[in-house]
């Protein structure tokens, strides 16, 4: 039996695609939240938490390094969103070229959890 009449089509499943990065752990250390995401070239750690600095209170600090933590890469900013995109900036910048993330998408997974 058929659900759907003349004038309404039946529906039908839109495809979505799969995430290409995602979180796999978040916790609390005594630098600020660290989040774990797999991405397709890996795992990357992003720890965000404030600089302490007596000159600037209010400056946030982003450090991301890889799984292995071979590549590490530190950015301040005044905001977490701003501080990541200094660190995708800079990471992007390397010489000889770190171990590509999609940053776009980092980005976007620690918006979904209110991070950035």
């Not at 309404?8 to 995430?19: C, F, G, I, L, Q």
């Not at 005044?78 to 660190?87: C, D, F, K, Q, Y």
Request: proline residues 7%.
């Amino acid at each position: 039996m058929s659900w759907h009449t003349p004038e309404t089509p039946p529906r039908t499943r839109v495809e979505v695609a799969p995430k290409t990065t995602q979180i796999i752990v978040q916790y609390r250390t005594r630098q600020g939240k660290l989040y774990e995401l797999q991405g397709a070239s890996g795992v990357l750690s992003i720890c965000i938490g404030y600089a302490g600095e007596t000159s600037n209170p209010g400056t946030v600090r982003v450090e991301a390094r890889t799984g292995t933590g071979r590549d590490t890469i530190e950015g301040r900013a005044s905001t977490p969103a701003a501080a990541l995109s200094e660190v995708a900036r800079a990471w992007r910048s390397q010489v000889p070229a770190l171990t590509p993330f999609d940053w776009e998408a980092v980005a976007r997974e620690l918006q979904s959890v209110h991070a950035v």
